[in-house]
Structure formats: structure tokens, C-alpha cells
């Protein structure tokens, strides 16, 4: 099967566009708690220390993540 290459870029700018004016997050008014757990040094040692070294291979300073609401994650 043979597709255009130009075709298919074409088609795909047009839906693109039909799209982007519409696709919104919607409206939150949610503000998180502060974090106050456990300060982040600690658990970035005790990761360090407890979880095995392929754990840590795609970022240097791992997210904290302490609440969720919607669509939205807050780290510490």
C-alpha cells in the first residue's frame, strides 16, 4: 500500500486545526495543601540507599508528588 507522504501531512494539519480551537482544560479553582511530610532530602537518600540504581535511570531528581485533583499533579 502506497500513502503520499504530502497527503498524509496534509490531512493531518487539517485535523490538527479543526481540533485546537476546542480541546480546553476546564476551569479548576483548586488550591493544594502545603506538603508537609517528610522533608525531600530524606527520601531522596533513603531511595538512594533502599531502592535498587535501574530505579533512578531516566531523571536525576526524582518528583515528589503529594496531591491530585483533575487533570493536575503537585509536587512538594
Known amino acids: 500500500m502506497y500513502i503520499n507522504i504530502n497527503i ?3 490531512l ?5 486545526f479543526r481540533f ?4 480546553q482544560f ?10 508537609t511530610g517528610i522533608p525531600y532530602a530524606q ?3 533513603d531511595r538512594a540507599k533502599y531502592m535498587p540504581n535501574f ?6 531528581k526524582p ?7 483533575m487533570q493536575y499533579l503537585y509536587d512538594h
Open 26 to 35: 476546564p476551569q479548576v479553582n483548586h488550591k493544594p495543601q502545603p506538603y
Open 8 to 10: 498524509m501531512i496534509s
Open 12 to 16: 493531518i494539519q487539517k485535523i490538527s
Open 55 to 60: 530505579y533512578f535511570a531516566y531523571y536525576k
Open 63 to 69: 518528583l515528589l508528588i503529594h496531591e491530585g485533583y
Open 43 to 45: 527520601i531522596a537518600s
Open 20 to 23: 485546537s480551537g476546542r480541546m
